[in-house]
Protein backbone atom coordinates (compact mmCIF):
# COMPACT_ATOMS: atom_id res chain seq x y z
CA UNK A 1 0.00 0.00 0.00
CA UNK A 2 0.92 3.33 -0.81
CA UNK A 3 1.94 5.79 1.98
CA UNK A 4 1.68 9.76 1.80
CA UNK A 5 3.11 11.82 4.61
CA UNK A 6 2.89 15.34 4.57
CA UNK A 7 4.73 17.93 6.82
CA UNK A 8 5.77 21.87 7.13
CA UNK A 9 2.02 23.03 8.68
CA UNK A 10 1.56 25.60 11.20
CA UNK A 11 0.70 28.92 12.39
CA UNK A 12 2.15 32.08 10.36
CA UNK A 13 0.68 35.80 9.77
CA UNK A 14 -0.47 37.26 6.28
CA UNK A 15 1.96 37.45 4.45
CA UNK A 16 4.11 35.39 5.18
CA UNK A 17 5.38 32.17 3.79
CA UNK A 18 5.61 27.97 4.29
CA UNK A 19 6.75 25.18 2.87
CA UNK A 20 5.19 22.02 2.97
CA UNK A 21 6.87 18.47 2.04
CA UNK A 22 5.47 15.52 1.23
CA UNK A 23 7.02 11.86 1.05
CA UNK A 24 5.84 9.15 -0.87
CA UNK A 25 6.35 5.31 -0.92
CA UNK A 26 6.19 3.15 -3.35
CA UNK A 27 6.65 4.02 -7.19
CA UNK A 28 6.85 7.07 -8.91
CA UNK A 29 3.42 9.68 -9.16
CA UNK A 30 2.48 12.33 -10.32
CA UNK A 31 1.61 14.42 -7.24
CA UNK A 32 -0.91 16.89 -6.24
CA UNK A 33 -1.62 19.41 -3.30
CA UNK A 34 -5.16 19.95 -1.98
CA UNK A 35 -6.64 21.52 0.34
CA UNK A 36 -9.91 21.59 2.86
CA UNK A 37 -11.15 24.24 4.65
CA UNK A 38 -14.28 24.28 7.62
CA UNK A 39 -17.37 23.58 5.71
CA UNK A 40 -16.13 23.93 2.30
CA UNK A 41 -15.35 20.63 -0.22
CA UNK A 42 -12.00 20.22 -0.51
CA UNK A 43 -10.41 21.55 -3.59
CA UNK A 44 -7.94 21.32 -5.88
CA UNK A 45 -4.23 23.81 -4.96
CA UNK A 46 -1.11 22.18 -7.38
CA UNK A 47 0.26 19.28 -9.71
CA UNK A 48 3.12 18.53 -11.15
CA UNK A 49 3.95 15.72 -13.44
CA UNK A 50 6.89 13.75 -11.84
CA UNK A 51 8.20 12.20 -15.76
CA UNK A 52 7.69 15.97 -17.54
CA UNK A 53 7.55 17.87 -15.34
CA UNK A 54 4.50 20.07 -16.41
CA UNK A 55 2.85 21.73 -13.16
CA UNK A 56 -0.35 22.92 -12.64
CA UNK A 57 -1.95 25.86 -10.03
CA UNK A 58 -5.36 26.71 -9.02
CA UNK A 59 -6.21 30.61 -9.75
CA UNK A 60 -6.51 31.29 -6.37
CA UNK A 61 -2.65 29.93 -5.70
CA UNK A 62 -1.36 31.51 -9.38
CA UNK A 63 1.93 33.52 -8.35
CA UNK A 64 1.70 32.82 -4.59
CA UNK A 65 2.43 28.74 -4.23
CA UNK A 66 5.26 26.40 -6.10
CA UNK A 67 5.27 23.39 -6.32
CA UNK A 68 8.59 21.49 -6.76
CA UNK A 69 10.14 18.02 -6.59
CA UNK A 70 13.40 16.27 -5.27
CA UNK A 71 16.01 14.33 -7.43
CA UNK A 72 14.48 11.37 -6.21
CA UNK A 73 11.44 11.93 -7.90
CA UNK A 74 9.44 10.35 -4.24
CA UNK A 75 9.19 13.98 -2.90
CA UNK A 76 6.49 17.06 -3.48
CA UNK A 77 7.19 20.47 -1.72
CA UNK A 78 4.25 23.03 -2.03
CA UNK A 79 6.63 26.88 -1.32
CA UNK A 80 3.90 28.80 -0.06
CA UNK A 81 4.62 33.26 -0.28
CA UNK A 82 1.81 35.98 0.76
CA UNK A 83 -0.13 33.35 2.56
CA UNK A 84 -3.55 35.30 2.92
CA UNK A 85 -6.29 34.53 5.72
CA UNK A 86 -8.06 32.39 3.25
CA UNK A 87 -5.47 30.00 2.57
CA UNK A 88 -6.12 28.61 6.01
CA UNK A 89 -7.03 24.81 5.32
CA UNK A 90 -5.95 21.18 5.90
CA UNK A 91 -3.81 20.52 2.82
CA UNK A 92 -3.35 16.85 1.75
CA UNK A 93 -0.87 15.58 -0.57
CA UNK A 94 -2.10 12.94 -3.21
CA UNK A 95 -0.32 11.10 -5.31
CA UNK A 96 -1.92 9.35 -8.55
CA UNK A 97 -0.77 7.43 -12.08
CA UNK A 98 0.40 10.49 -14.72
CA UNK A 99 -2.14 9.10 -17.39
CA UNK A 100 -5.61 9.17 -14.53
CA UNK A 101 -7.71 11.53 -12.95
CA UNK A 102 -7.73 10.12 -10.07
CA UNK A 103 -6.05 10.49 -6.81
CA UNK A 104 -6.57 7.27 -5.11
CA UNK A 105 -3.89 8.08 -2.27
CA UNK A 106 -3.81 10.35 0.28
CA UNK A 107 -1.83 11.40 3.08
CA UNK A 108 -3.44 12.38 6.80
CA UNK A 109 -3.07 15.83 5.68
CA UNK A 110 -1.57 18.78 7.80
CA UNK A 111 -3.23 22.14 9.20
CA UNK A 112 -2.24 25.44 7.85
CA UNK A 113 -3.15 28.31 9.99
CA UNK A 114 -3.09 32.13 8.16
CA UNK A 115 -3.84 34.86 10.83
CA UNK A 116 -4.40 38.05 10.24
Known amino acids: QVQLVESGGGLVQAGGSLRLSCAAS?????MGWFRQAPGKEREFVAA????????YYADSVKGRFTISRDNTKNMVYLQMNSLKVEDTAVYYC????????????WGQGTQVTVSS
Open 94 to 105: AAKLYYTIEYPY
Open 26 to 30: GRTFS
Open 48 to 55: IQWNGGNT
